[in-house]
């Protein structure tokens, strides 16, 4: 049944990017298994899946752990306090939740120590919302500045998380915000693998992302179906 609604996500986001004039392998799919137990996981690998997204540094570890030998990139999504940074920067292939200078130098040492080599974007808060973690677009350019000086980890493009759209286009004016966002800070000199991946595009909306310019889109619903049904766990 997973391997079913993976390669129904896959076939739609080769049409997205067909539509669009984008190579279809052009654009990275996260499968989110937050919430979903490790078995999941393996079904999906099985089908071909090998990146994963997770939202909370605990869980991911547990799965990490449990999955050991399967040759899975494993993401973290949600964020990030700087306490947890230190097993973070170990463990994970991307950091899409970046949000303070701060948090890029813990990450930065914590992956030096661990002979790691993460890749870490900016998650950026496009529309102001107070309640939503990321950097407003204004605050972004000295963590570009501070990532110059990173000695493992590497900062490699932008993730944004908008308000839930009510419909697909709903969340287009802010998949479109951040591909402008990231034009501009290019054109203003900030190294282009600086600004390499942009991380945009769910279940809901992943084929708008796609058509904005997602070079990542991260799905769970659509792969692993509701987390409704587990209402003692903190859904997005
Ligand atoms: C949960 C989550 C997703 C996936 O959401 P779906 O709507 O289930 O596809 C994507 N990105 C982040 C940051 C998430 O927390």
Not at 183 to 203: A, K
């Amino acid at each position: 049944m997973i391997a079913d609604r993976l390669a129904e996500v896959r076939s739609r986001i080769a049409a997205a990017a067909r539509s669009a004039g984008r190579a279809p392998s052009s654009i990275q799919l996260i499968a989110v298994s937050k919430t979903f137990p490790v078995d999941l996981v393996r079904e999906a690998y099985a089908a071909g899946q090998r990146d994963f997204g997770e939202n909370r540094v605990q869980e991911a570890l547990q799965k990490i752990e449990s999955a050991a030998g399967l040759e899975i990139r494993w993401h973290l999504l949600g964020h990030l306090q700087t306490n947890k940074a230190r097993k973070a920067g170990a463990a994970f292939a991307t950091i899409q939740s970046v949000d303070s200078i701060e948090l890029l130098q813990k990450l930065d040492l914590a992956a030096v120590e661990a002979g790691a080599t993460p890749e870490l974007l900016i998650q950026v808060d496009v529309a102001g919302e107070a309640t939503k973690f990321g950097v407003p677009p204004a605050g972004v350019p000295p963590l570009f500045e501070a990532a110059t000086r990173l000695q493992a980890a590497r900062v490699v493009g932008l993730m944004t998380l908008p308000p839930v759209p009510q419909t697909p286009e709903d969340a287009r004016r802010w998949f479109r915000q951040l591909r402008d966002l990231r034009d501009g800070w290019r054109e203003s000199g900030i190294p282009p693998p600086m600004l390499r991946e942009l991380s945009m595009g769910m279940s809901g909306d992943f084929e708008v992302a796609i058509q904005e310019g997602a070079t990542i889109v991260r799905v769970g619903t659509a792969i692993f179906g509701s987390r409704d049904a587990k209402p003692w766990v903190r859904n997005l």
